[in-house]
């Protein structure tokens, strides 16, 4: 208190600007009447640590042997997991394991609406945006990603995929809109992680044809051929230990069924 503090910057860092005043510091300058908010520091962008040195200088003009001054930055981002979800969600929950259905790009959008970033689905269902500032945003999930600073793209799946749900979040519950695209992320000084989506492969249904029969005539029911189906995730159907649903989508104009 009261002291007319003086300081000299020693050297400076090389991956920052140091500024006093808002004006950049040059090495070996002398700042007289020091005022400590007065020195500020931008850093370059990503995880990285800073140094720079200073010294003090007393009334006689002698000065300190040189201090280090260590300032490490970190980052913040949103990552997140593509689940092959089998059951979907009647388990209220987006899980199951990780894939990239050969081949997903996640798409970081801002409140605007436009690309941010871009990040290719690993092979286990992983994702990540590593540096990312604060914000607000959502992810989209593509076949193609998007053109950084341009409107987003739609939401898309490869051939024989569709979307089973979203979810901010590892445990129960959902976004309420099945659509390819999370709900919105709120990014301030900590990482959003587990922005989920869970896609699936849906089942294919076999075509049956009966070996031609005499007609019973009257109201003789006949039993109909074995329907028969598969499902990448499930197997095939009718099979051992096979929970088997079907449905009848259209009926025969000729017969009751």
């Known amino acids: 208190t009261g002291n ?5 910057i020693v050297t400076l860092p090389t991956n920052a600007i140091l500024y006093y005043n808002g004006v950049a510091v040059t090495a070996g300058q002398i700042i ?48 997140g997991n ?13 899980n199951g394991t990780g894939t990239d259905a050969g081949g997903l790009v996640a798409v970081l959008v801002n409140s605007a609406g436009n690309v941010v970033a871009n990040a290719t689905v690993a092979a286990n269902g992983t994702y990540s945006f590593a540096t990312v500032d604060p914000g607000t945003y959502t992810v989209v999930l593509t076949t193609a990603g998007g053109t950084v600073g341009q409107p987003a793209p739609a939401a898309s799946l490869p051939a024989g995929w569709v979307n089973t749900g979203e979810n901010n979040g590892a445990g129960v519950g959902d976004d309420g809109t099945v659509d390819g695209t999370s709900a919105s992320i709120t990014l301030t000084t900590t990482s959003v992680t587990n922005v989920n989506f ?3 492969q849906p089942p294919v249904a076999d ?21 028969t189906g598969s499902d990448p995730e499930q197997g095939t159907f009718p099979g051992t230990g096979n929970q088997d649903t079907i449905q009848i989508v259209t009926l025969p104009t000729n017969a009751i069924l």
Do not use: H, R, W
Not at 212 to 225: A, E, K, L
């Open 32 to 79: 007289p009447n020091y005022n400590p908010d007065s020195l500020t520091i931008d850093p370059n962008d990503g995880s990285i640590t800073v140094t720079f040195e200073f010294a003090e200088v007393d009334a006689a003009g002698q000065t300190s042997a040189a201090a280090l001054v260590t300032m490490p930055f970190g980052t913040i981002g949103i990552s």
């Open 82 to 94: 593509v689940f092959d979800d089998a059951n979907g969600l009647t388990d209220n929950t987006v």
């Open 198 to 200: 869970g896609i699936e």
């Open 4 to 8: 007319q503090d003086t300081i000299q």
């Open 207 to 227: 075509p049956a044809t009966a070996a031609s029969q005499v007609n019973p005539g009257g109201t003789t029911q006949v039993t109909v051929p074995v329907l």
